[in-house]
């Protein structure tokens, strides 16, 4: 937990934190095999978004992030409840994307799922429970830090943990572009996704 945390006096709140999303995991969908999967928000160095317009930015991880507790099921579902949040279901047979989900969760999961499923990544049904410190609307860009914990998740329980990260970031801007319908760049993601 050191290397991800770095702070020594957040690992006690870090280890509760985890046993804590393993318990509400466990409440949510059951017992069984699980993984727990993490990553970061990030902070802007310099730039302040002008990869919306080619420019350049400088951006770096944070220690602030978001963890999942995953585990395989045998159908093809996948059901994420995210801390605060209603459930999401989404089947792995309905990935075109709903217009009606723009700019909604539900819209981020299935533009990742599509996105790694277009580029022939192994896709199989999980259930996850999502706690996040990387608050909503604090400019720590937790939009991308959800897509690519959800990129993270889908590599580590069916991949060999082998999606590169610069593609988990790609796909997340696809996502966010596409199936969220909001114009970005790719600097949150890629701080995020390479930490």
Known sequence: MKDIYVDEKKIAYERERYIKA???YTEHFGEGE????????RSEV???????QHGRVLAASVSLDAIAVAGRVDEPLVRIQSEGYKLCEIRLDELDKKTREEGTTKGLIRGMLAGLKQQGYKMGGFCAYITSDVLSGSGLSSSATFETLIGTVV???YNHA???????????????NVYFGKP????????????
């Open 184 to 195: 970005s760049g790719l600097m949150d993601q890629m701080a995020c996704a390479i930490g």
């Open 34 to 41: 699980v993984f727990v999967f993490s990553a970061p928000g």
């Open 155 to 157: 590599s580590g329980l």
């Open 162 to 176: 082998e999606i590169p990260a610069v593609t988990i970031a790609q796909t997340g801007r696809y996502a966010e």
């Open 22 to 24: 393993i318990e509400s």
């Open 46 to 52: 310099g730039g302040n978004h002008t990869d919306h």
